[in-house]
């Protein structure tokens, strides 16, 4: 069965003939932002991609359709697709199942830069669904809404208190505290750190 995802350009205006009809394609983790590798797309890949959701490449060394993932099971679930300004390269933001990386690694850079908050996200979000046994997130999961709400309010005073009366040291290991425990919250009611963010982004300006 197929879908098809949304998109704003025309695929037959992209800049084809600048690269003997294939284009760069930048492929960067949804959540994270981490750029995780670089594949070239032609007409036929990019609208495997567009049709399935599944990230398609043209593959230079086989010289034919290459759909990430197809030997291995570490496909990349596409999210959204766009050009850039010349329209000459594709950005590609997808969620990997598994290592993208044929060395097992999440990204082909290794030291490519990621958002750690979102990064901690997506693991309270596995915690949350698999509970793993002795993890101190599936207690506090386990203990429900009110026990979290509770540790949140008290890592604010804790803060708030360190913010006052303590070194910067102390400050940044509560706050990092606060943020953990706010994470587990939103998941524990169904929500996210991406949705807050969303709330963030509407307010500027």
Not at 140 to 145: I, K, N, P, Q, T
Request: overall charge negative; aromatic content about 6%.
């Amino acid at each position: 069965m197929t879908r098809t995802i949304d998109f704003d350009f025309d695929i037959e205006a992209l800049a084809w003939d600048k690269q003997g009809g294939l284009l760069p394609a930048i492929v960067q983790e949804a959540d994270t932002l981490r750029v995780l590798m670089l594949g070239y797309m032609g007409r036929e890949a990019l609208q495997a991609t567009l049709d399935s959701g599944k990230v398609t490449f043209f593959s230079r060394s086989k010289q034919r359709l290459w759909m990430k993932g197809e030997t291995s099971g570490d496909v990349l679930d596409l999210v959204h697709i766009e050009t850039d300004c010349d329209a000459d390269t594709l950005l590609v933001q997808a969620r990997p199942h598994g290592p993208t990386c044929h060395l097992q690694r999440a990204s082909c850079f290794p030291n490519a830069p990621a958002d750690t908050l979102a990064a901690l996200d997506g693991l309270v979000a596995t915690r949350e669904r698999d509970r793993p046994a002795g993890s101190y997130t599936t207690r506090l999961f386990e203990g429900g809404v009110r026990r979290i709400a509770q540790k949140v309010g008290e890592e604010g005073v804790e803060t708030a208190l360190a913010g006052v009366v303590q070194d910067d040291d102390a400050l940044l290991g509560e706050a990092a505290d606060l943020l953990f425990h706010l994470i587990v919250l939103l998941r524990a009611r169904g929500l996210s750190l991406a949705d807050a963010k969303r709330v963030l982004e509407s307010r500027r300006g």
